[in-house]
């Protein structure tokens, strides 16, 4: 599924990504896979990674409020877990979701003084 979800991302098609990408994690935490790979908390590690990766699927497509709550999902949950390499990870998309915001910020600045230059209402 995660293949699948990477297909879709490629190809723009953000329905079926985010399908995969949740279809994804809920097959890892109903299998718990993951908890006997890897030693430490395994259902609470997909969560925070599922929050990361879902913050990044919508700052990609352009839904940067949903990007914004995703992420301080994955901030609250990794905090909670004491884990710095998924907070790293969440403070980089945070940056990049705030040039991203600010970009739209300026451009609507830029619309609006136009409007105003033109007459338009």
């Known amino acids: ?23 994804y994690f809920d097959r890892l935490i109903l299998t718990g896979a993951e908890s006997k790979s890897n030693g430490d908390e395994g259902y609470g590690r997909s969560l925070r990674y599922a929050a990361l990766n879902l913050a990044a699927l ?10 914004e709550l995703a ?3 994955a901030i609250r949950i990794a905090q909670e877990s004491n884990d710095h390499v998924c907070l790293q990870h969440c403070l980089s998309w945070l940056y990049i979701l705030e040039q991203k915001i600010f970009d739209s910020c300026v ?3 830029h619309s609006v003084n136009k409007s105003l230059h033109f007459g338009l209402p």
């Open 1 to 23: 599924h995660y293949l699948s979800y990477l297909n879709s991302l490629r190809v723009q098609d953000v329905f079926s990504s985010t399908h995969s990408l949740l279809h």
């Open 107 to 109: 451009l609507l600045e």
């Open 71 to 73: 992420l301080q999902e």
């Open 58 to 67: 919508h700052c990609r497509f352009g839904h940067y409020q949903q990007a």
